[in-house]
Protein backbone atom coordinates (compact mmCIF):
# COMPACT_ATOMS: atom_id res chain seq x y z
CA UNK A 1 0.00 0.00 0.00
CA UNK A 2 2.21 2.87 -0.83
CA UNK A 3 1.20 6.44 -0.29
CA UNK A 4 1.18 9.79 -1.27
CA UNK A 5 0.64 12.83 0.74
CA UNK A 6 -0.34 16.52 0.80
CA UNK A 7 -0.61 18.93 3.55
CA UNK A 8 -2.92 21.76 3.70
CA UNK A 9 -2.35 24.42 6.15
CA UNK A 10 -5.04 27.16 7.42
CA UNK A 11 -2.83 29.53 10.31
CA UNK A 12 -0.99 -8.33 25.08
CA UNK A 13 0.26 -8.52 28.12
CA UNK A 14 4.39 -8.29 28.25
CA UNK A 15 7.01 -8.42 30.92
CA UNK A 16 9.91 -6.34 30.88
CA UNK A 17 13.19 -6.48 32.66
CA UNK A 18 16.11 -4.30 32.39
CA UNK A 19 16.39 -1.57 30.09
CA UNK A 20 16.20 -4.18 26.91
CA UNK A 21 13.51 -4.15 25.09
CA UNK A 22 12.05 -7.82 24.41
CA UNK A 23 10.69 -9.49 21.49
CA UNK A 24 6.84 -7.81 20.83
CA UNK A 25 4.57 -10.39 19.02
CA UNK A 26 0.90 -8.69 17.33
CA UNK A 27 -1.15 -11.77 15.85
CA UNK A 28 -2.86 -10.60 12.69
CA UNK A 29 -6.64 -10.72 12.06
CA UNK A 30 -7.34 -11.44 8.41
CA UNK A 31 -10.49 -10.64 6.41
CA UNK A 32 -11.31 -11.84 2.47
CA UNK A 33 -13.49 -9.61 0.38
CA UNK A 34 -14.96 -11.07 -2.87
CA UNK A 35 -14.11 -9.30 -6.05
CA UNK A 36 -16.87 -9.94 -8.69
CA UNK A 37 -17.33 -9.68 -12.43
CA UNK A 38 -20.66 -10.46 -14.04
CA UNK A 39 -22.32 -11.30 -10.60
CA UNK A 40 -19.62 -13.86 -10.04
CA UNK A 41 -17.07 -14.14 -7.47
CA UNK A 42 -13.75 -14.39 -9.51
CA UNK A 43 -10.82 -13.95 -6.77
CA UNK A 44 -11.05 -12.40 -3.14
CA UNK A 45 -8.51 -9.36 -1.72
CA UNK A 46 -7.05 -9.81 1.84
CA UNK A 47 -6.12 -7.69 4.23
CA UNK A 48 -4.48 -8.48 7.55
CA UNK A 49 -4.82 -6.23 10.89
CA UNK A 50 -3.85 -6.23 14.49
CA UNK A 51 -4.48 -4.06 17.50
CA UNK A 52 -2.55 -1.16 19.19
CA UNK A 53 -3.57 0.91 21.87
CA UNK A 54 -3.45 5.05 21.77
CA UNK A 55 -3.28 7.32 25.15
CA UNK A 56 -2.25 6.24 29.01
CA UNK A 57 -3.75 4.37 31.13
CA UNK A 58 -7.38 2.94 32.18
CA UNK A 59 -8.76 5.17 28.84
CA UNK A 60 -6.37 3.90 26.33
CA UNK A 61 -8.19 3.81 23.07
CA UNK A 62 -7.88 0.28 21.09
CA UNK A 63 -7.49 0.19 17.11
CA UNK A 64 -6.89 -1.92 14.55
CA UNK A 65 -4.45 -1.74 11.70
CA UNK A 66 -2.83 -2.68 8.93
CA UNK A 67 0.89 -2.76 9.50
CA UNK A 68 1.71 -1.01 6.08
CA UNK A 69 5.59 -1.20 5.23
CA UNK A 70 4.73 0.88 1.78
CA UNK A 71 3.74 4.23 4.00
CA UNK A 72 4.74 6.12 6.80
CA UNK A 73 2.15 7.40 8.96
CA UNK A 74 -0.35 6.24 11.33
CA UNK A 75 -3.88 7.19 11.30
CA UNK A 76 -7.49 5.98 12.80
CA UNK A 77 -10.65 7.78 12.38
CA UNK A 78 -11.75 10.34 14.43
CA UNK A 79 -14.99 11.26 16.31
CA UNK A 80 -15.28 14.45 14.28
CA UNK A 81 -15.69 11.96 11.29
CA UNK A 82 -19.42 11.27 11.46
CA UNK A 83 -19.62 9.43 7.66
CA UNK A 84 -20.95 6.26 6.79
CA UNK A 85 -17.66 5.02 6.25
CA UNK A 86 -15.89 6.46 9.39
CA UNK A 87 -18.93 5.03 11.33
CA UNK A 88 -18.48 1.79 10.55
CA UNK A 89 -14.61 1.77 12.34
CA UNK A 90 -14.09 2.49 16.17
CA UNK A 91 -13.38 5.98 16.46
CA UNK A 92 -10.42 8.10 18.34
CA UNK A 93 -12.05 10.39 21.00
CA UNK A 94 -10.00 13.50 21.63
CA UNK A 95 -11.69 14.06 24.85
CA UNK A 96 -10.92 10.84 26.28
CA UNK A 97 -7.70 11.45 26.00
CA UNK A 98 -4.84 13.26 28.57
CA UNK A 99 -1.65 12.07 26.81
CA UNK A 100 -2.69 13.93 23.69
CA UNK A 101 -2.22 17.31 22.10
CA UNK A 102 -3.33 19.00 19.63
CA UNK A 103 -0.42 20.23 17.04
CA UNK A 104 -0.21 21.25 13.29
CA UNK A 105 1.83 20.44 10.65
CA UNK A 106 5.19 21.58 11.90
CA UNK A 107 4.46 19.48 15.34
CA UNK A 108 3.78 23.20 17.42
CA UNK A 109 1.10 22.91 20.22
CA UNK A 110 -2.70 24.61 18.63
CA UNK A 111 -4.34 26.39 20.77
CA UNK A 112 -7.57 25.40 22.57
CA UNK A 113 -9.38 28.14 20.65
CA UNK A 114 -8.18 27.88 17.14
CA UNK A 115 -10.69 27.59 14.49
CA UNK A 116 -8.54 26.29 11.84
CA UNK A 117 -6.26 22.98 11.86
CA UNK A 118 -3.43 22.03 9.47
CA UNK A 119 -4.46 18.97 7.42
CA UNK A 120 -3.25 16.21 5.65
CA UNK A 121 -4.17 14.39 2.60
CA UNK A 122 -3.01 10.49 2.07
CA UNK A 123 -3.33 8.73 -1.06
CA UNK A 124 -3.68 5.28 -0.67
CA UNK A 125 -3.86 3.20 -3.79
CA UNK A 126 -7.37 3.57 -4.25
CA UNK A 127 -8.56 5.13 -1.24
CA UNK A 128 -7.88 8.58 0.15
CA UNK A 129 -7.28 10.07 3.82
CA UNK A 130 -7.91 12.99 5.32
CA UNK A 131 -6.90 14.37 8.72
CA UNK A 132 -5.74 16.56 11.68
CA UNK A 133 -2.67 16.19 14.06
CA UNK A 134 -2.29 15.04 17.83
CA UNK A 135 1.15 14.21 19.48
CA UNK A 136 -0.05 10.94 21.16
CA UNK A 137 0.89 7.57 23.52
CA UNK A 138 0.89 5.02 21.26
CA UNK A 139 1.18 0.73 22.42
CA UNK A 140 2.13 -1.99 20.99
CA UNK A 141 0.19 -3.59 24.25
CA UNK A 142 -3.14 -2.90 26.35
CA UNK A 143 -2.94 -0.46 29.55
CA UNK A 144 0.70 0.06 29.84
CA UNK A 145 0.89 3.60 28.29
CA UNK A 146 2.08 5.15 32.12
CA UNK A 147 5.02 3.72 31.99
CA UNK A 148 6.78 3.42 36.09
CA UNK A 149 4.14 4.94 38.82
CA UNK A 150 5.28 8.94 39.24
CA UNK A 151 6.92 8.80 36.01
CA UNK A 152 5.79 10.66 33.22
CA UNK A 153 7.98 8.36 30.38
CA UNK A 154 5.89 6.22 28.47
CA UNK A 155 6.51 1.80 29.07
CA UNK A 156 9.09 0.53 26.62
CA UNK A 157 6.32 -0.58 24.62
CA UNK A 158 4.57 2.75 23.66
CA UNK A 159 6.29 5.27 22.06
CA UNK A 160 4.96 9.67 21.38
CA UNK A 161 3.96 9.84 17.98
CA UNK A 162 2.19 12.38 16.05
CA UNK A 163 -0.67 11.00 14.38
CA UNK A 164 -3.25 11.67 11.86
CA UNK A 165 -7.18 11.43 12.98
CA UNK A 166 -9.23 10.91 9.92
CA UNK A 167 -12.08 13.71 9.18
CA UNK A 168 -12.66 12.16 5.98
CA UNK A 169 -12.12 8.89 4.60
CA UNK A 170 -13.30 7.36 1.39
CA UNK A 171 -15.52 4.44 1.14
CA UNK A 172 -12.74 2.39 -0.96
CA UNK A 173 -10.96 0.85 0.21
CA UNK A 174 -12.26 1.60 4.00
CA UNK A 175 -15.65 0.75 3.48
CA UNK A 176 -14.78 -2.64 2.27
CA UNK A 177 -12.48 -3.54 5.36
CA UNK A 178 -13.01 -4.15 8.92
CA UNK A 179 -9.49 -2.96 9.66
CA UNK A 180 -10.16 0.96 11.68
CA UNK A 181 -6.95 2.64 10.44
CA UNK A 182 -2.80 1.96 8.72
CA UNK A 183 0.46 2.40 10.97
CA UNK A 184 2.75 3.23 8.31
CA UNK A 185 6.65 1.26 8.55
CA UNK A 186 8.19 2.84 5.99
CA UNK A 187 11.25 4.77 6.81
CA UNK A 188 11.25 8.12 8.26
CA UNK A 189 12.37 9.35 5.36
CA UNK A 190 8.95 8.81 3.67
CA UNK A 191 6.83 10.37 6.77
CA UNK A 192 6.17 14.33 6.41
CA UNK A 193 8.09 14.53 9.78
CA UNK A 194 10.73 11.96 11.50
CA UNK A 195 8.05 12.09 14.17
CA UNK A 196 5.04 10.96 12.42
CA UNK A 197 7.25 7.69 11.93
CA UNK A 198 6.22 4.92 14.45
CA UNK A 199 9.23 2.75 14.56
CA UNK A 200 11.95 5.72 13.94
CA UNK A 201 10.56 6.63 17.15
CA UNK A 202 10.59 3.39 19.09
CA UNK A 203 14.37 3.13 17.52
CA UNK A 204 15.14 6.53 18.85
CA UNK A 205 13.35 7.13 22.02
CA UNK A 206 13.02 3.02 23.15
CA UNK A 207 16.38 1.68 23.62
CA UNK A 208 15.69 -1.59 21.42
CA UNK A 209 17.72 -4.50 21.56
CA UNK A 210 17.45 -4.56 18.13
CA UNK A 211 16.34 -1.97 15.47
CA UNK A 212 14.17 -4.97 13.31
CA UNK A 213 10.86 -5.46 13.15
CA UNK A 214 9.84 -9.15 11.44
CA UNK A 215 6.90 -10.23 9.37
CA UNK A 216 5.01 -13.65 8.76
CA UNK A 217 2.02 -14.82 6.57
CA UNK A 218 0.73 -18.05 7.59
CA UNK A 219 -0.83 -20.10 4.60
CA UNK A 220 -3.74 -21.62 7.15
CA UNK A 221 -6.25 -19.65 8.48
CA UNK A 222 -6.18 -21.62 11.76
CA UNK A 223 -3.08 -20.21 12.61
CA UNK A 224 -2.52 -16.28 12.91
CA UNK A 225 -0.14 -14.62 10.83
CA UNK A 226 2.20 -12.34 12.85
CA UNK A 227 4.54 -9.15 13.55
CA UNK A 228 7.45 -8.79 15.93
CA UNK A 229 8.74 -5.64 17.06
CA UNK A 230 12.68 -5.35 18.24
CA UNK A 231 13.73 -8.63 16.43
CA UNK A 232 12.69 -10.90 14.27
CA UNK A 233 10.69 -14.62 15.65
CA UNK A 234 13.26 -17.49 15.15
CA UNK A 235 10.86 -20.09 15.25
CA UNK A 236 9.16 -18.98 11.97
CA UNK A 237 12.68 -19.88 9.90
CA UNK A 238 13.03 -22.88 7.82
CA UNK A 239 16.39 -21.17 7.00
CA UNK A 240 18.93 -18.61 7.66
CA UNK A 241 18.16 -15.27 6.71
CA UNK A 242 19.94 -13.74 3.64
CA UNK A 243 20.00 -10.12 3.67
CA UNK A 244 19.75 -7.59 0.91
CA UNK A 245 20.82 -3.93 1.56
CA UNK A 246 17.84 -1.47 1.13
CA UNK A 247 18.26 0.72 -2.59
CA UNK A 248 18.10 4.54 -2.15
CA UNK A 249 17.14 4.80 1.86
CA UNK A 250 16.93 8.21 1.37
CA UNK A 251 13.99 7.56 -0.63
CA UNK A 252 11.81 6.20 2.26
CA UNK A 253 10.85 2.76 0.92
CA UNK A 254 11.79 -0.48 1.57
CA UNK A 255 12.83 -1.02 -1.94
CA UNK A 256 15.63 -3.64 -2.95
CA UNK A 257 17.60 -3.04 -6.47
CA UNK A 258 16.77 -6.16 -8.80
CA UNK A 259 19.74 -7.16 -10.94
CA UNK A 260 17.36 -10.03 -12.57
CA UNK A 261 13.81 -11.52 -12.83
CA UNK A 262 13.41 -14.75 -14.76
CA UNK A 263 10.76 -16.53 -15.50
CA UNK A 264 11.43 -20.78 -16.18
CA UNK A 265 15.29 -19.73 -16.63
CA UNK A 266 13.93 -16.64 -19.07
CA UNK A 267 15.42 -13.46 -17.89
CA UNK A 268 13.14 -10.25 -18.57
CA UNK A 269 14.97 -7.66 -21.05
CA UNK A 270 13.56 -4.79 -18.81
CA UNK A 271 16.06 -5.95 -15.90
CA UNK A 272 18.69 -6.11 -17.77
CA UNK A 273 20.13 -2.40 -17.42
CA UNK A 274 20.21 -2.96 -13.53
CA UNK A 275 17.44 -0.28 -13.24
CA UNK A 276 14.19 -2.51 -12.20
CA UNK A 277 13.30 -1.75 -8.37
CA UNK A 278 11.41 -4.28 -6.36
CA UNK A 279 9.43 -2.80 -2.90
CA UNK A 280 8.66 -5.06 -0.48
CA UNK A 281 5.41 -4.27 0.70
CA UNK A 282 3.15 -5.94 3.35
CA UNK A 283 -0.14 -3.66 2.37
CA UNK A 284 -0.30 -5.29 -0.69
CA UNK A 285 -2.38 -8.48 -1.62
CA UNK A 286 -0.53 -9.17 -4.99
CA UNK A 287 2.83 -9.72 -6.76
CA UNK A 288 2.98 -6.09 -8.78
CA UNK A 289 4.96 -5.84 -11.77
CA UNK A 290 5.35 -2.68 -14.08
CA UNK A 291 2.34 -2.47 -16.57
CA UNK A 292 4.79 -2.55 -19.75
CA UNK A 293 5.95 -5.65 -18.89
CA UNK A 294 2.64 -7.64 -16.96
CA UNK A 295 1.15 -8.72 -20.32
CA UNK A 296 4.46 -10.60 -21.10
CA UNK A 297 4.72 -12.36 -17.61
CA UNK A 298 1.44 -13.37 -18.38
CA UNK A 299 1.95 -15.42 -20.92
CA UNK A 300 4.91 -16.71 -19.76
CA UNK A 301 3.43 -18.27 -16.55
CA UNK A 302 0.05 -19.35 -18.52
CA UNK A 303 0.08 -23.16 -18.46
CA UNK A 304 -2.89 -25.18 -20.55
CA UNK A 305 -4.49 -27.79 -18.40
CA UNK A 306 -5.03 -31.24 -20.54
CA UNK A 307 -8.04 -33.00 -20.43
CA UNK A 308 -9.79 -29.77 -19.85
CA UNK A 309 -10.89 -30.59 -16.23
CA UNK A 310 -14.58 -28.81 -15.26
CA UNK A 311 -12.88 -28.28 -11.70
CA UNK A 312 -9.68 -27.11 -10.67
CA UNK A 313 -7.35 -25.53 -8.29
CA UNK A 314 -4.56 -23.87 -10.45
CA UNK A 315 -2.30 -23.77 -7.33
CA UNK A 316 -1.79 -27.40 -6.99
CA UNK A 317 -0.85 -27.67 -11.21
CA UNK A 318 2.55 -27.78 -12.31
CA UNK A 319 4.12 -24.35 -13.70
CA UNK A 320 7.38 -22.47 -14.11
CA UNK A 321 9.20 -20.75 -11.40
CA UNK A 322 9.24 -16.73 -11.41
CA UNK A 323 12.91 -15.35 -9.35
CA UNK A 324 14.07 -12.69 -8.43
CA UNK A 325 17.33 -11.63 -8.07
CA UNK A 326 18.55 -9.29 -5.49
CA UNK A 327 21.55 -7.23 -4.56
CA UNK A 328 23.97 -9.50 -1.87
CA UNK A 329 22.90 -12.83 -3.43
CA UNK A 330 19.69 -12.96 -2.54
CA UNK A 331 16.86 -14.81 -4.60
CA UNK A 332 13.35 -15.11 -4.27
CA UNK A 333 11.71 -18.02 -5.95
CA UNK A 334 7.52 -18.31 -6.30
CA UNK A 335 6.33 -21.22 -7.26
CA UNK A 336 2.75 -22.08 -9.05
CA UNK A 337 1.53 -22.57 -5.80
CA UNK A 338 2.68 -19.27 -4.51
CA UNK A 339 1.46 -16.91 -8.01
CA UNK A 340 -1.14 -18.28 -9.49
CA UNK A 341 -5.18 -17.80 -9.27
CA UNK A 342 -6.81 -20.27 -7.46
CA UNK A 343 -9.56 -20.40 -10.51
CA UNK A 344 -9.02 -21.16 -13.68
CA UNK A 345 -9.85 -19.63 -17.15
CA UNK A 346 -11.95 -21.41 -20.11
CA UNK A 347 -11.22 -20.16 -23.05
CA UNK A 348 -14.10 -20.78 -25.56
CA UNK A 349 -13.59 -20.86 -29.68
CA UNK A 350 -17.35 -20.66 -31.12
CA UNK A 351 -15.75 -21.50 -34.25
CA UNK A 352 -14.62 -24.85 -33.27
CA UNK A 353 -17.30 -25.32 -30.52
CA UNK A 354 -13.88 -26.58 -28.29
CA UNK A 355 -12.70 -24.98 -25.00
CA UNK A 356 -8.98 -25.06 -23.18
CA UNK A 357 -8.96 -24.49 -20.20
CA UNK A 358 -5.60 -22.48 -18.95
CA UNK A 359 -4.21 -21.57 -15.47
CA UNK A 360 -2.92 -18.06 -15.03
CA UNK A 361 -0.57 -16.32 -12.75
CA UNK A 362 -2.25 -13.12 -10.42
CA UNK A 363 -0.42 -9.66 -10.99
CA UNK A 364 -0.92 -6.70 -10.53
CA UNK A 365 -0.07 -3.78 -13.04
CA UNK A 366 1.63 -1.22 -11.59
CA UNK A 367 1.92 1.78 -13.46
CA UNK A 368 4.72 4.51 -13.97
CA UNK A 369 5.68 6.58 -10.53
CA UNK A 370 6.84 9.96 -10.60
CA UNK A 371 9.20 8.64 -7.54
CA UNK A 372 10.49 5.35 -8.10
CA UNK A 373 9.99 5.10 -12.02
CA UNK A 374 8.98 3.10 -14.72
CA UNK A 375 10.57 -0.25 -13.68
CA UNK A 376 8.90 -0.87 -10.11
CA UNK A 377 8.17 -4.69 -9.08
CA UNK A 378 5.83 -5.21 -5.64
CA UNK A 379 6.44 -8.02 -3.25
CA UNK A 380 3.49 -8.44 -1.80
CA UNK A 381 1.64 -11.42 -0.49
CA UNK A 382 2.77 -14.25 -2.16
CA UNK A 383 6.10 -13.50 -1.85
CA UNK A 384 5.88 -12.24 1.81
CA UNK A 385 4.25 -15.65 2.72
CA UNK A 386 6.95 -18.26 1.40
CA UNK A 387 9.39 -16.18 2.99
CA UNK A 388 9.63 -14.62 6.39
CA UNK A 389 11.06 -11.31 6.28
CA UNK A 390 12.83 -9.23 8.92
CA UNK A 391 13.54 -5.04 8.12
CA UNK A 392 16.40 -3.68 10.05
CA UNK A 393 16.23 0.01 10.46
CA UNK A 394 19.72 0.55 11.67
CA UNK A 395 21.32 -0.98 8.96
CA UNK A 396 18.83 -0.65 6.27
CA UNK A 397 18.55 -3.95 4.71
CA UNK A 398 15.54 -6.87 4.55
CA UNK A 399 16.36 -10.57 5.13
CA UNK A 400 14.53 -13.55 3.74
CA UNK A 401 14.36 -16.66 4.92
CA UNK A 402 11.44 -19.61 4.45
CA UNK A 403 8.98 -19.73 6.45
CA UNK A 404 7.88 -23.01 8.57
CA UNK A 405 4.49 -22.99 7.63
CA UNK A 406 1.75 -24.31 9.76
CA UNK A 407 -0.77 -27.27 9.00
CA UNK A 408 -4.34 -26.60 9.00
CA UNK A 409 -5.51 -27.09 12.39
CA UNK A 410 -2.40 -26.39 13.94
CA UNK A 411 -3.77 -24.40 16.60
CA UNK A 412 -5.73 -26.19 19.13
CA UNK A 413 -9.77 -25.82 19.05
CA UNK A 414 -11.07 -22.69 20.92
CA UNK A 415 -7.18 -20.91 20.48
CA UNK A 416 -8.73 -16.94 20.20
CA UNK A 417 -5.92 -14.94 19.58
CA UNK A 418 -7.11 -14.15 16.05
CA UNK A 419 -10.18 -13.67 13.80
CA UNK A 420 -10.75 -15.00 10.11
CA UNK A 421 -13.55 -13.03 8.36
CA UNK A 422 -15.08 -13.50 5.31
CA UNK A 423 -13.16 -16.91 4.41
CA UNK A 424 -14.51 -18.47 1.12
CA UNK A 425 -16.33 -21.44 1.14
CA UNK A 426 -13.52 -24.54 0.73
CA UNK A 427 -14.94 -26.38 -2.44
CA UNK A 428 -12.76 -26.51 -5.79
CA UNK A 429 -12.79 -23.37 -7.45
CA UNK A 430 -14.88 -23.66 -11.29
CA UNK A 431 -13.30 -21.73 -14.22
CA UNK A 432 -14.24 -18.88 -15.22
CA UNK A 433 -14.95 -18.48 -19.10
CA UNK A 434 -13.91 -15.91 -21.69
CA UNK A 435 -15.50 -16.13 -25.62
CA UNK A 436 -12.92 -15.95 -28.11
Known amino acids: MTAMLSLICFAATILFSGASFPI ?14 NNKIVSYKTAY ?36 TCLRHRRY ?13 HGRKVLANATHRDQVEIAFGTGEVTGEFVRETVCLSGKSGGGD ?11 SLRVILATQMTKEPF ?14 SLAVDPEFSFFGQMSKLNGLTQ ?29 DLQWAPVHKPEMGYWQLKLLSVSVAGEKLPLCEDGTCVAIADTGTSLIGAPRQIAQRMHWL ?44 MRVLNSKTNTSQLICRASLLPVDDSDVLGPKMFILGEPALRKYYTAYDWRLKRIG ?30 TPTEVHM
Open 24 to 37: VTIPLDKQYVPVER
Open 149 to 159: PGSSQPAQECT
Open 301 to 344: LARKVPDNPNEIDCRTFPGPDLVFEFEGGVQVTLGPEDYSRATG
Open 211 to 239: DTFGYFLSKVDSVPSEISFGGHDEKRLAS
Open 400 to 429: FGVSIQPKEGGVPEGDARHRVIGAPPPELP
Open 49 to 84: FGQIHLGAGERQQTFSVVFDTGSAHLFVPSTACETE
Open 175 to 188: NSFDFDGVLGLGLD
Open 93 to 105: SRGLSSSAEDIDH
